[in-house]
């Protein structure tokens, strides 16, 4: 048996040494094993892979193959005052990047906020969608079945109270396409972020589906498959934004005129101007949403606590919004769609766990304290980057913090400094400890049992 064959499977053996050897086995010396193999065949060293603080054991559910990790820098943003439903409080925010400038913006954004009063944040609502696609003969048959399924969901919700307790079905929306039948299944899923547990229920939803005869035959049914694409599972897509898909929050702030000055040293009418070019631009090029560089943010937050990084395409879609007030302006941020969870996928790990932690989010509603966290640094980012760009720094703030750092360079004190507003340069007020009357919580979501950061 050559390595990776199972001793069960008919047809013909794998050549041998071609594929990656001890496939299914989760324990260190299968791990080893495989970068044993992996260097003899690539002739690579991989000296940096040997070395694992993760036990293969417990990677059951997150990797196959499993041969090393790879370390990315973690940074500390903040602190950010939050006065919201779910977090209330200064909160520092771990940021898992290699994005020179980005933790310095985030915290001068910070800075601003906090100076200003803080951040009001709310979790709007939580939903998750799989949309499975059952494809008939005729256009007749697909009508007939789209007319059908709605009287059937309260037994469809019976069924998937079966395979999980966590995921409650509140809706099931036919779309007729042709002869085709999309049903998009609508989910709260607590405090995971549902994608696996969402897939398992509706799998079952439609095997009972396929069971009844006066829903479907195999005369008139020609396939069926478990996604046909119109749930906006990792991909961008204008109904999930509309819609929601994940955790829709959202953050907002007004600033001052002098903050707006001292710390992120533009005035509030340049920095209005230069969102309405920004805003311009993203209608012109049909960017869904309009917003600065919340995907940074979103990647950033994501890797660090152990969410599907694959989500960050649908979850940075976000709408950044500045208006002019008499005295300053004020700023909002909507995440329509956050994908995440603090519990499964790889929140379990060691310092994705700690980190959660840190943040206060384990435990009951602490997705939807997650899902404000990242809002309101959203919000404070967009804020700082902006801000650079009409003020003429952003390129500068790279230069001496980002990837593109002359390496000729002597680094001096100026260098060292955060990227632009730093606390050092600001005569910084003690921030107000009482926040704004907490709004009431979203229905069905747990409340916040954490406390304050």
């Not at 560089?293 to 976000?318: L, R």
């Not at 208006?323 to 994908?339: F, K």
């Not at 959203?378 to 390496?407: I, Q, Y």
Request: glycine letters at 10%; charged letters at 20%; a positive charge.
């Amino acid at each position: 048996m050559s390595s990776g064959d199972s001793p069960d499977r008919s047809g013909p053996s794998r050549p041998q040494g071609r594929y990656v050897p001890a496939r299914g086995l989760y324990t260190e010396a299968a791990r080893l094993r495989r970068l044993s193999w992996l260097r003899a065949r690539t002739g690579a060293a991989l000296d940096s892979l040997q070395h694992t603080r993760l036990d293969a054991g417990k990677l059951t559910g997150n990797i196959e193959g499993f041969v090393g990790t790879v370390e990315i820098p973690i940074g500390v943003a903040g602190p950010l005052l939050f006065c919201g439903t779910h977090v209330q409080g200064e909160v520092y925010a771990p940021m898992a990047t290699t994005e020179g400038a980005l933790v310095s913006s985030a915290t001068r954004g910070a800075l601003a906020a906090t100076m200003a009063g803080g951040v009001g944040t709310h979790t709007v609502s939580q939903a998750m969608t799989r949309a499975p696609v059952f494809a008939f003969r005729r256009l007749a048959d697909a009508s007939r079945f789209a007319e059908a399924i709605c009287r059937h969901l309260s037994t469809l919700r019976t069924v998937i109270r079966q395979v999980s307790d966590h995921a409650v079905l509140h809706s099931i929306e036919p779309v007729v396409l042709g002869r085709t039948v999309h049903l998009r299944f609508r989910y709260s899923t607590g405090d995971a972020a549902g994608q696996n547990m969402t897939t398992v229920c509706t799998w079952q939803a439609c095997q009972w589906i396929l069971r009844q005869p006066h829903l479907v035959t195999d005369e008139r049914l020609e396939s069926f498959i478990i996604e046909g694409n119109t749930s906006g599972d990792k991909k961008a897509s204008a109904l999930a934004m509309a819609e929601g898909r994940g955790i829709r929050v959202a953050a907002d702030c007004h600033l001052p005129a002098g903050i707006v000055e001292r710390v992120l040293r533009t005035t509030p009418d340049e920095l209005v101007r230069g969102y309405q070019h920004i805003a311009d631009g993203a209608v012109h090029s049909a960017v869904l949403g309009s917003n600065a560089n919340t995907a940074n943010i979103v990647a950033a937050i994501f890797t660090a606590t152990g969410q599907d990084i694959a989500c960050v395409h649908e979850s940075s879609v976000g709408q950044f919004i500045l208006e002019r007030t008499g005295d300053g302006v004020y700023a909002s941020m909507t995440l329509p769609g956050l994908a995440l969870g603090t519990v499964g996928g790889g929140t379990h790990l060691p310092a994705q766990h700690e980190l959660l932690k840190m943040m206060g989010c384990t435990g009951p509603g602490s997705a939807a304290r997650l899902a404000e966290i990242i809002a309101g640094f959203a919000l404070a980012l967009d804020l700082s980057t902006v801000s650079a760009a009409v003020a003429g720094h952003f390129a500068s703030a790279h230069e001496r913090l980002g990837r593109n750092r002359p390496p000729a360079r002597k680094v001096t004190e100026q260098d060292t400094a955060p990227a632009t507003g730093s606390e050092s340069r600001v005569d910084r007020p003690s921030p107000p400890t009482v926040c704004a009357p907490r709004p009431a919580p979203v229905p069905g979501l747990a409340p916040d049992r954490t406390g304050s950061s």
